[in-house]
């Protein structure tokens, strides 16, 4: 089985303070793992993602995320907020070689106060 | 959004009525899924297509059907709208399976009465 965890529904963070949303997974072999954005009304964003290799993974607009295989997790940080940061945030995982399609996290509420 | 459009992009219909919601890519990517997004759940796959006519369940597929007749379009029928399935639908769609990433649509927003 396969799933994955965002133990925070809302994160607050100020302008220009790093920001980090949390993601936690459960696979049974290897996993490869997934972040998206989603502003209001629109549809989701690719922002990076883990297949293999370097377990630092930069993204689009400045993210990047942080695999760690003996925490199972895989968190996004950005070094600076912007207001324009503010979104729902998805981290999803795959098991690697399995039949199963992407799971995905219930969602993080980013907010970034000026 | 990546050459995917939905359609509509609102509807507002009554319990027992059909719903058909339309998926479009201009991409040719093989793979079409359509996903439904709820408060505190994420987003749960309903169905998805692996090629023309080749389609599979996911995980909420109860009450919902799927058909590919064409590699751009990919249909979602909601034979007996329910309550329940008030939603945001999205389609997303990949080139590749395992490793590709899932581009996606605007969504539809469905309000079932």
């Known amino acids: 089985a396969q799933s994955v965890a965002q133990p925070e529904d809302q994160v607050n963070v100020a302008e220009g303070n790093p920001l980090t949303v949390k993601c936690t997974y459960s696979v049974s072999g290897n996993p490869y793992l997934f972040w998206y954005v989603q502003y209001p009304n629109r549809g989701l964003q690719f922002l990076l993602k883990y297949i293999t290799g370097d377990n630092l993974v930069k993204g689009s607009y400045g993210f990047e995320a942080e695999f760690n295989k003996s925490q199972t997790s895989f968190h996004l940080k950005k070094p600076s907020a912007l207001v324009s940061d503010s979104a729902l945030y998805f981290c999803a995982v795959r098991d690697a070689g399995s039949a199963r399609q992407l799971t995905f996290g219930s969602g993080t509420q980013l907010t970034v106060l000026p | 959004d990546a050459g995917i459009t939905q359609s509509p992009r609102h509807k507002v219909t009554e319990t027992g009525t059909p719903v058909t919601l339309r998926c479009h890519q201009t991409?040719?990517?093989?793979?079409m899924y359509w996903y439904r997004q709820d408060p505190g759940h994420g987003l749960r796959l309903i169905h998805y297509s692996y090629g023309v006519k080749d389609t599979d369940k996911g995980e909420v597929s109860d009450g919902y059907s799927v058909s590919r007749s064409k590699t751009e379009d990919f249909l979602l029928t909601l034979e007996s709208a329910t309550s329940s399935q008030t939603s945001v639908y999205f389609c997303?769609?990949?080139?590749?399976?395992?490793?590709?990433?899932?581009?996606f649509g605007p969504g539809t927003r469905l309000t079932v009465l």
């Open positions: 991409e040719n990517h093989r793979y």
């Open positions: 997303a769609i990949s080139e590749g399976w395992e490793t590709d990433t899932q581009y």
